[in-house]
């Protein structure tokens, strides 16, 4: 959905890290640019030139990655954090922020702001937030659909409890 957003407000181009090529190989299929390798920052700066990101989207929430959005932004780019970390204690580059004047903002979904440009963003068919649903289950297999998104198996991206089953 953050691949989808970043196009729905004009970005150019769309790069995605993941650890799962599975992943990588569904984002691809929605317009994104994989970055493959096991040095993504390397990757990154190869991709774009040496420059890095306008822009970097955390969705995580993990140490590594918040880091990676850190340092594989462009100077004077923006890292904006949306997965939710569990960490009291992050440890935060401070000096490498100020040194790059990055612009960084972490927060979670507002439901009463974000849900009326969200639907009418797919309304207009701008966004499509059904393709990355790629379980579907009863309310009543909770647990079953909690332990198969827990262990990343059989390609899982979202999945959608039906209270009606």
Excluded: W
């Excluded at 599975?22 to 390397?42: S, W």
């Excluded at 993990?62 to 440890?91: C, E, Y």
């Amino acid at each position: 959905m953050a691949a989808q957003s970043a196009f729905a407000m004009g970005a150019a181009r769309v790069l995605g890290v993941d650890l799962v090529a599975e992943r990588r190989a569904f984002a691809a299929g929605l317009g994104v640019e994989p970055v493959e390798g096991d040095d993504a920052r390397a990757a990154i700066r190869d991709m774009t030139g040496g420059r890095g990101p306008d822009a970097v989207v955390e969705a995580v929430g993990s140490d590594a990655t918040i880091a990676l959005a850190v340092k594989a932004v462009r100077q004077a780019g923006r890292v904006s954090v949306i997965g939710v970390s569990q960490n009291k204690a992050f440890p935060f580059h401070m000096y490498l922020a100020q040194v790059k004047e990055l612009e960084f903002a972490i927060g979670l979904c507002s439901v009463h702001f974000e849900l009326p440009p969200l639907i009418a963003l797919t309304r207009a068919g701008r966004i499509k937030p059904e393709v990355v649903v790629s379980h579907r289950f009863a309310l009543s297999e909770g647990p079953a659909a909690y332990e198969l998104f827990a262990g990343r198996s059989d390609g899982v991206r979202k999945v959608l409890l039906d209270p009606t089953g």
